[in-house]
């Protein structure tokens, strides 16, 4: 199958501007991608539609002790592997400067955690407290509710806690990020891509933090920019992630986006967390596209510190969005999220930047 890319003059691809003909790229970039067994090779999918952004490109913290001037690099996934089989652990000691490295998503057990992410049980512990959460506001982006599923978290369990055996697709994300940051079940593909580079479980990525994943998605809908986690990763990036705790996102020094993000949780929203999974009647997957998972449904011991993305793998386009969000003033999370349901109320406030 041939895929036709835009070029500019030096045959660097060009990203459409148009959103039905990204969603098009899009397709027929996971067809090419398509192995005979149906399953997708994401590195063919991710050379093929990223191609300016692989994800050798995104350059990471490790123990790495050559010259400044090699980027650590990791490769997060393979032909043939998925998040929801069974993969090779690799731990920091074994990444390479400027080679390319698998890197593990399996899930680990509990007690690879801290004892603060141990601690908590969840309060949605039966039907009626869930359907209470449910009905104060939508969690779906198909639309159509009755496509995903919020189940109740039996004694026990916590949010680290491995999936059950045989329950193929299924994870926790906290309530309290999907009431106060209106995210949505599946997932954006940016979304996902985000959880995957860092090789962590929704519920991994500390609360908070999904502010920045969703004001930088808003605002770039908003300018009708394509959200990419390669310009993501140039503002915001990821430390401290060894200590077994939630990973926090921030800002790169100089690259803030936004002003200090100060959230409304109360302190229980570790408590928040639920069990999302698709209905049995649904057509669409919580946790897949084209029948792989594109995300560690369980945490993982070895999230990744993600110090940076090369400038200089950026294709014009992406350099230009860089550019343009560089020179803007820092917009307000809070007010991105209260403006998105209204374009025009959302159209005007940028206008002031």
């Given at each position: 199958?041939?895929?036709?890319?835009?070029?500019?003059?030096?045959?660097?691809?060009?990203?459409?501007?148009?959103?039905?003909?990204?969603?098009?790229?899009?397709?027929?970039?996971?067809?090419?991608?398509?192995?005979?067994?149906?399953?997708?090779d994401w590195e063919v999918y991710d050379s093929?539609?990223?191609?300016?952004?692989?994800?050798?490109?995104?350059?990471?913290?490790?123990?790495?002790?050559?010259?400044?001037?090699?980027?650590?690099?990791?490769?997060?996934?393979?032909?043939?592997?998925?998040?929801?089989?069974?993969?090779?652990?690799?731990?920091?000691?074994?990444?390479?400067?400027?080679?390319?490295?698998?890197?593990?998503?399996?899930?680990?057990?509990?007690?690879?955690?801290?004892?603060?992410?141990?601690?908590?049980?969840?309060?949605?512990?039966?039907?009626?407290?869930?359907?209470?959460?449910?009905?104060?506001?939508?969690?779906?982006?198909?639309?159509?509710?009755?496509?995903?599923?919020?189940?109740?978290?039996?004694?026990?369990?916590?949010?680290?806690?491995?999936?059950?055996?045989?329950?193929?697709?299924?994870?926790?994300?906290?309530?309290?990020?999907?009431?106060?940051?209106?995210?949505?079940?599946?997932?954006?593909?940016?979304?996902?891509?985000?959880?995957?580079?860092?090789?962590?479980?929704?519920?991994?990525?500390?609360?908070?933090?999904?502010?920045?994943?969703?004001?930088?998605?808003?605002?770039?809908?908003?300018?009708?920019?394509?959200?990419?986690?390669?310009?993501?990763?140039?503002?915001?990036?990821?430390?401290?992630?060894?200590?077994?705790?939630?990973?926090?996102?921030?800002?790169?020094?100089?690259?803030?986006?936004?002003?200090?993000?100060?959230?409304?949780?109360?302190?229980?929203?570790?408590?928040?967390?639920?069990?999302?999974?698709?209905?049995?009647?649904?057509?669409?997957?919580?946790?897949?596209?084209?029948?792989?998972?594109?995300?560690?449904?369980?945490?993982?011991?070895?999230?990744?510190?993600?110090?940076?993305?090369?400038?200089?793998?950026?294709?014009?386009?992406?350099?230009?969005?860089?550019?343009?969000?560089?020179?803007?003033?820092?917009t307000d999370i809070r007010k991105l999220l209260?403006?998105?349901?209204?374009?025009?109320?959302?159209?005007?406030?940028?206008?002031?930047?």
């Amino acid at each position: 199958m041939v895929v036709v890319r835009e070029c500019d003059e030096k045959g660097r691809e060009l990203s459409p501007s148009d959103p039905l003909d990204r969603q098009k790229l899009r397709l027929q970039c996971l067809k090419h991608a398509a192995r005979k067994n149906g399953l997708i090779d994401w590195e063919v999918y991710d050379s093929t539609y990223f191609s300016h952004m692989n994800f050798s490109d995104i350059s990471s913290e490790s123990d790495c002790s050559e010259s400044d001037d090699i980027d650590c690099v990791l490769i997060y996934s393979t032909p043939g592997d998925s998040f929801g089989k069974e993969i090779v652990d690799i731990s920091s000691s074994n990444m390479v400067c400027g080679k390319s490295v698998q890197r593990a998503c399996q899930e680990s057990d509990t007690e690879c955690f801290s004892d603060d992410v141990q601690r908590y049980e969840s309060t949605y512990n039966d039907q009626a407290k869930v359907n209470f959460f449910r009905s104060k506001l939508l969690v779906s982006s198909t639309k159509r509710e009755k496509d995903i599923v919020l189940a109740p978290c039996p004694a026990g369990e916590k949010v680290c806690t491995m999936r059950p055996k045989g329950v193929k697709e299924v994870f926790h994300m906290y309530g309290a990020a999907l009431e106060e940051f209106g995210v949505k079940i599946p997932f954006t593909l940016f979304e996902m891509d985000v959880l995957r580079l860092l090789n962590v479980a929704p519920t991994q990525i500390h609360p908070n933090s999904w502010a920045f994943i969703r004001g930088f998605e808003i605002l770039c809908d908003a300018l009708d920019m394509i959200p990419s986690a390669g310009v993501f990763f140039h503002f915001y990036g990821t430390k401290g992630v060894d200590k077994g705790s939630w990973v926090p996102i921030s800002a790169h020094p100089g690259k803030q986006l936004f002003p200090p993000f100060a959230s409304n949780f109360k302190r229980d929203w570790k408590k928040s967390f639920l069990r999302v999974q698709a209905s049995k009647d649904s057509s669409v997957s919580v946790t897949s596209v084209a029948g792989e998972v594109r995300f560690p449904l369980g945490w993982t011991a070895n999230p990744s510190a993600v110090s940076g993305y090369n400038y200089k793998k950026m294709t014009p386009y992406e350099q230009d969005v860089v550019g343009f969000l560089d020179r803007m003033l820092h917009t307000d999370i809070r007010k991105l999220l209260n403006k998105e349901a209204d374009s025009e109320d959302l159209e005007l406030y940028l206008r002031e930047f």
